[in-house]
């Protein structure tokens, strides 16, 4: 039995200029994360959309509450972890392919909507939650709507559009190449 060798484009190799090259099995690997890790953070947008508009139309107070009291209590941490397991797993594959982070636009243009989003998820949504699970309690009792649970429809909408958008982007690989200056 033959021993094969290790070819270049294999696990470990190395590009030049000291560059790490993700082998064959490796990068699908990668790409299958990166792809179901996507999906989840989509699947968590779309019933963050579900809950938020069971909360604003649903046909009982409690029903209503108890959307919000799920929005505010399960949402955020699995969001984030997707996305943030999104980033890496789209790191990997940047590093270690040849379209590189900022190489061409595309993939650039992901990688600042996957930062952008996983910030606003920290920044602007989490610290609500806590408001919106108290609301989801007290509305059973009848209390009024306060104004901040009319925004929970800005977060879902930007962010499926922000991934969809970043969907058609590793489809379609638009633009081409950046461009640095002088070279």
Not at 49 to 68: N, P
Not at 130 to 137: A, H, L, M, S, V
Not at 147 to 156: D, E, I, M, R
Request: with cysteine.
């Amino acid at each position: 039995m033959a021993v094969r060798e290790k070819k270049p484009e294999q696990a470990g190799a190395r590009r030049p200029g000291g560059r790490f090259k993700l082998g064959r099995r490796w990068r699908k690997s990668a790409l299958v994360a990166h792809i179901v890790f996507a999906g989840t953070w989509i699947g968590i947008d779309v019933m963050v959309a579900v809950l938020v508009l069971t909360g604003k139309f649903g046909t009982s107070d409690e029903v209503r509450g108890l959307a919000y009291e799920t929005l505010a209590t399960f949402v955020v941490w699995p969001m984030l972890v997707s996305g943030l397991l999104t980033l890496l797993t789209g790191l990997i594959l940047g590093l270690g392919t040849k379209w590189g982070l900022v190489r061409y636009w595309w993939v650039g243009i992901k990688l600042v909507l996957n930062l952008v989003l996983c910030t606003l998820i920290l920044v602007a949504l989490r610290p609500g939650m806590g408001e919106i699970g108290d609301y989801g309690r007290d509305l059973a009792g009848g209390a009024p709507e306060p104004a901040g649970v009319s925004n929970l429809f800005f977060p879902p909408a930007v962010s499926l559009t922000a991934l969809t958008l970043a969907t058609v982007l590793a489809v379609a690989k638009p633009w081409g190449r950046i461009r640095r200056s002088g070279r």
